[in-house]
């Protein structure tokens, strides 16, 4: 994949395209691409992808391997049913995440307008606001509000991308067309909330004193052991007081708060994996190894970032299998 403003590979479009073509199946062959009267079309290639993709009467798609990029699904004309990881979705205008197998059915006339955006270009851009990069994958709230200014701002951007590509000016100058792709991904960034929102809003390399990156590392090389804040203290090189203000001051939390997140992103992620066999496939049994002894409070403060229970989430995999 060609870094911001590269140019694509030297497959041309149609090996991107074809790559992400062949991430998804008709679950009704009516048609090489997805039934009767459907089509693919790649818009534009290069940091990012969009392409055009419409079915014919009665096609569903699914996924033939979890995906390895985002997603933003945005329909164009027709309607239809989407779902990730057996969720559905109330609207078709949503974005899929690294990891999760999706599914849609499509009616008649259905013509989604889909944008591929790398996980290492989301990775790039928080990196360059946060200073670092992140500890974890970044977690987008799955559907966008098309009511909202900005996400009706961003989407003209989308269509705009496809004119752009068109346009003689894409061809001649991979600098502006690097900077047109950059533009989407940190817009996204910014219209939609993701688990990240807090810490990249108005944020820059300065914004977290090094004894606060120093702590948040070591919570998350050791996040598997029985640490405390006073082992967070010791190998930032501060006091338990010290790092407790500045984790107030810059992340708006404190350090056993912000471990127990990074604990409960690690049980999500082996709930997550149940499904082929790289996790227990029993709750007490995750949530016992990343620390949480106390069930309760630990399906409370579960429940609290993602707005489900683990049991939730756990049947939700076993169903997509």
């Not at 989407?82 to 205008?93: D, E, I, P, Q, Y």
């Not at 990156?213 to 090189?237: L, V």
């Not at 056993?256 to 992620?269: D, E, F, T």
Request: with cysteine; proline share 6%.
């Amino acid at each position: 994949m060609p870094g911001w403003g590269g140019r694509p590979s030297d497959g041309g479009p149609e090996t991107m395209s074809n790559s992400v073509e062949n991430k998804w199946v008709g679950s009704r062959k009516q048609g090489a691409k997805g039934g009767k009267g459907g089509r693919f079309r790649c818009v534009h290639q290069g940091s990012v992808v969009l392409y055009e993709r419409g079915h014919g009467a009665g096609a569903d798609v699914t996924s033939a391997e979890p995906l390895d990029f985002y997603d933003v699904h945005i329909p164009i004309a027709g309607d239809g049913a989407v779902t990730m990881n057996r969720k559905g979705f109330f609207s078709a205008l949503g974005v899929a995440e690294p990891q999760q197998r999706g599914s849609t059915g499509r009616n008649r006339g259905r013509v989604n307008r889909i944008l591929i955006i790398p996980r290492a270009a989301v990775d790039d851009a928080l990196t360059v606001r946060l200073g670092e990069p992140p500890h974890e994958p970044l977690s987008f709230e799955p559907v966008l509000d098309n009511t909202a200014a900005p996400v009706q701002g961003w989407l003209e951007l989308v269509g705009q991308l496809a004119d752009f590509a068109a346009s003689g000016l894409a061809a001649r100058s991979p600098l502006a067309t690097g900077h047109f792709e950059q533009l989407l991904v940190n817009g996204l960034l910014d219209v939609q909330p993701h688990t990240l929102s807090e810490a990249v809003a108005g944020r820059g390399t300065a914004a977290v004193p090094r004894a606060v990156r120093r702590a948040r590392d070591f919570c998350s090389e050791h996040a598997h052991e029985p640490i405390s804040a006073a082992d967070m203290a010791r190998a930032a090189g501060v006091s338990v007081r010290s790092l407790r203000e500045g984790f107030r001051q810059h992340l708006d939390t404190t350090p056993s708060a912000y471990l127990r997140s990074v604990r409960l992103g690690l049980v999500r992620r082996d709930l997550l994996a149940a499904d082929d066999g790289r996790a227990a496939h029993n709750v007490t049994d995750v949530a016992l190894r990343w620390g949480f002894t106390h069930l309760g409070r630990f399906t409370g403060h579960y429940r609290a970032a993602y707005g489900e229970t683990p049991s939730q989430t756990l049947r939700t995999v076993r169903g997509s299998d």
